[in-house]
C-alpha cells in the first residue's frame, strides 16, 4: 500500500496501469477510492499510469488538525512527492473541487510538475460561492452537507472535523490562480457540471481565455459521483491531445 511522507505527514495513494501518468485528486469528503468507483480509472488505465491520492485529512492519510498543514502550497507539495515518489518528472493532474483548487496549487508552486491540466467543479477566481449573508462559513456547510449528503459525511467523526474545517477554511487561498494557470505553458481543460454554481463564471472564463471548457449534466456532486460516459470519454481525449 504506497505512501509517501512530506513534511512529515504520510500521503496515501494509489496506482494502476502502465503509461504516462496521471494523477486524479478528490474534492472534500472525497477519497481516492471515489475515482475508481465513477469510472475514471477504468477509462483511462488502459493507457496511463493512474494515481489517485488521498489528501491530507481523507482516506489513509494523516489527519492532523493543525490549519498550517492544510495551506495551498504545503497540500500542492503534497502532489509534487507523489509524483517525486513515481519516478517521474511531470504528470497529468486531475483534479475536483478542493482537489482542483490542489491542482491550481500545484500550477503555482510546481508548474514544472505539470503536463496538463483539469480544473474541475471549482472557481478558480472566486472560489467558495457567497451566500446572500455574506461569505459561506464551514458551519453553514457543514450543517448543509449532513443535512443533504449525509452517505457523504458519515465517515467525519468528532475527532476528524477539525481536520475537514482546516480543508475548507484553506479554499479560500486564490492569489495566483489566474497567472498559474493560463501562464503554466501547459494545456488546461475546465470542467463543471452543468447545474454547477461554478459553471457560469468558469463558462465564461474559458470564453475570454479561450480555454476549453466541458459541460457535464448534473449539479456539483452528481458530476463527480457519476460523470457519465460522454464525460469521461472527454477527459481521456483531453490526455490524448
Not at 500521503?11 to 477510492?33: C, K, R, S, W
Not at 503536463?115 to 471549482?122: A, C, E, F, Q
Request: net charge negative; hydrophobic share 45%; charged share 15%.
Amino acid at each position: 500500500m504506497p505512501f509517501v511522507t512530506h513534511r512529515g505527514q504520510r500521503i496515501h495513494y494509489t496506482v494502476e496501469g502502465e503509461g504516462p501518468l496521471v494523477v486524479l485528486q478528490h474534492g472534500l469528503f472525497m477519497d481516492a477510492a471515489s475515482w475508481k468507483a465513477n469510472g475514471v480509472v477504468d477509462a483511462l488505465v488502459g493507457r496511463h499510469r493512474v494515481a489517485c491520492v488521498d489528501s491530507l485529512g481523507h482516506g489513509q492519510s494523516d489527519k492532523p488538525v493543525d490549519p498550517a498543514l492544510y495551506a495551498q502550497d504545503q497540500r500542492a507539495g503534497d502532489l509534487a512527492a507523489v509524483i517525486d515518489a513515481l519516478g517521474e518528472e511531470k504528470a497529468a493532474v486531475f483534479g475536483y473541487s478542493m482537489g482542483a483548487w490542489m491542482a491550481v496549487g500545484l500550477a503555482k508552486h510546481h508548474p514544472e510538475k505539470l503536463s496538463r491540466l483539469v480544473v474541475g467543479g471549482w472557481d478558480l477566481l472566486n472560489g467558495v460561492p457567497k451566500t446572500p449573508n455574506g461569505p459561506l462559513t464551514f458551519d453553514l456547510f457543514w450543517a448543509f452537507a449532513r443535512a443533504t449528503a449525509p452517505a457523504l459525511v458519515a465517515w467525519v467523526t468528532p475527532e476528524i472535523e477539525p481536520a475537514m474545517r482546516a480543508c475548507f477554511e484553506a479554499l479560500a487561498q486564490l492569489d495566483g490562480a489566474r497567472q498559474a494557470v493560463l501562464d503554466g505553458g501547459f494545456p488546461v481543460l475546465l470542467w463543471d457540471g452543468d447545474q454547477d454554481p461554478y459553471a457560469p463564471p468558469m463558462q465564461a472564463f474559458a470564453a475570454a481565455e479561450n480555454l476549453p471548457f466541458l459541460s457535464s449534466p448534473g449539479g456539483h456532486v452528481p458530476a463527480i459521483e457519476a460523470p457519465g460516459p460522454e464525460t469521461v470519454a472527454a477527459l481521456a481525449a483531453f490526455l490524448a491531445g
